[in-house]
């Protein structure tokens, strides 16, 4: 059967799994892509570890050149993460004309225009099915099965480290960085934490969805980003009791004012299907005109979850080169849209505030509420709560109003003498 040399940069817990993977699975992968899959060479700064795996002398290489340049490897995977050097290992494999598979969302969301153009240009393969939701095919999805959709929304689960972090705070009671603690020991989270907790492991990945989802590349600029730090227990609980879960979400909407993509804390109905995923697991759900609603969940990284669909792309890959169909389908559409600015976005909201204990506290609270065209649908504040000295919380949910309005409000009640620390404004998708 005929070979196809495969060249892997960057062995660490996903490379490993790719390995593994077509190792143990070889024949199948072989029987089911017209050729058998060969790793010729893996390039890594620690050539010495042992990851108990069986390589060939001289397979594992430090250089990363050595593995685009070499005439023996056919396909490139790109598994070391960044923008930098994985940026040139990407770009130089393009222009090399060998076809390139990817779990790299950074690059993408950072760099995407740059490399989506040159793989078009040199009609070779650009797959990156891994780069968003792990083990779930959604990138796969929205290129293909969706096609003919047009795509009214996307909301996502992306982030396994938030998740979990959320999941244990309501299934426990801790606090935020207590969870967070949890994460690290547990390993779902990193030593520094900020990419996920932050959103911006999130925004990446909202990006990548919006662009296939819409075909044009969005920039990062246009992406509305709020990580968790401010979410504490208290908001957990009341959420609840409301009726609600906080979950981290991605929002992408097609509306008439242009293309919504945010990223934030969210309130989610607790009968919705996306309260119920929990711990480190991801989920998304698509509403496409056609398709109607459509949901795509599982494991959004780990070894061999991410292995998986990167060795999924890699079939692709070797079948495309079999029939002689590079790019059969495009890693990128091309096209233009406006961005909705994130001032004109309407939404619900849920508010914490710090309020004196004081009579007409609430009142002067909901005037200024009032005065920017905020109505107030109930208000709570419960007996035994996180109180601050002499102010206590109190917890508002609104009526669907403009952003821009709600920035404006929040700004004058942080000037409110009855108002003690800065308010807490989380969004609500019904």
Not at 189 to 195: F, N, R
Not at 253 to 266: L, Q, S
């Amino acid at each position: 059967m005929k070979e196809v040399g495969i060249g892997i940069v960057g062995f660490g817990t996903i490379g490993t799994g790719v390995v593994e993977g077509l190792q143990r699975n070889g024949a199948l992968i072989a029987e089911r892509a017209g050729a058998r899959p060969v790793v010729r060479r893996i390039a890594d700064i620690d050539t010495a570890r042992d990851r108990g795996i069986a390589l060939a002398a001289g397979v594992l290489v430090e250089d990363a050149e050595a593995v685009v340049a070499d005439p023996a490897v056919d396909v490139v995977v790109e598994l070391i993460g960044g923008t930098g050097a994985a940026g040139e290992v990407v770009r130089r494999a393009l222009e090399a004309g060998k076809p390139v598979v990817t779990a790299n969302k950074a690059l993408l969301a950072e760099r995407g225009r740059e490399l989506f153009e040159l793989a078009g240009a040199r009609r070779v393969d650009l797959y990156f099915g891994a780069s968003v939701g792990g083990g779930i095919p959604i990138v796969r999805v929205l290129r293909e099965a969706l096609a003919g959709n047009r795509i009214a929304s996307i909301l996502g689960i992306l982030n396994g480290t938030c998740n979990y972090i959320l999941t244990r705070m309501e299934a426990e009671g801790l606090s935020f960085d207590a969870a967070l603690g949890e994460a690290q020991a547990r390993g779902f989270a990193e030593a520094d934490p900020s990419l996920d907790v932050d959103g911006l492991d999130t925004a990446h990945k909202a990006v990548i969805l919006a662009s296939l989802a819409y075909g044009f590349i969005v920039p990062m600029r246009a992406v509305s980003v709020e990580g968790l730090r401010r979410v504490s227990a208290t908001d957990i609980v009341y959420a609840r009791d409301l009726g609600y879960r906080i979950k981290l979400l991605a929002v992408v909407k097609d509306t008439e004012d242009g293309i919504e993509v945010r990223v934030h804390p969210t309130l989610v109905p607790l009968d919705h299907v996306l309260a119920s995923v929990s711990g480190e697991f991801n989920a998304v759900m698509v509403r496409g005109d056609l398709a109607g609603e459509t949901l795509y969940y599982g494991r959004g990284a780990g070894r061999y979850p991410t292995a998986s669909t990167v060795i999924g792309d890699i079939v692709d890959v070797i079948r495309n080169l079999g029939a002689g169909s590079p790019a059969r389908v495009p890693a990128m559409q091309a096209g233009t849209a406006s961005f909705r600015p994130m001032a004109s976005v309407r939404t619900r909201y849920y508010l914490r505030l710090a309020l004196l204990d004081r009579p007409g506290a609430l009142a002067r609270t909901a005037a200024v509420l009032g005065a920017h065209e905020i109505s107030i649908a109930s208000a709570v504040q419960h007996e035994q709560g996180e109180a601050d000295g002499d102010y206590a919380p109190v917890v508002l949910l609104t009526h669907e109003a403009r952003e821009a309005a709600c920035d404006a409000a929040l700004e004058d009640l942080g000037a409110l003498d009855v108002v003690g620390s800065a308010p807490l404004r989380l969004r609500i998708e019904e």
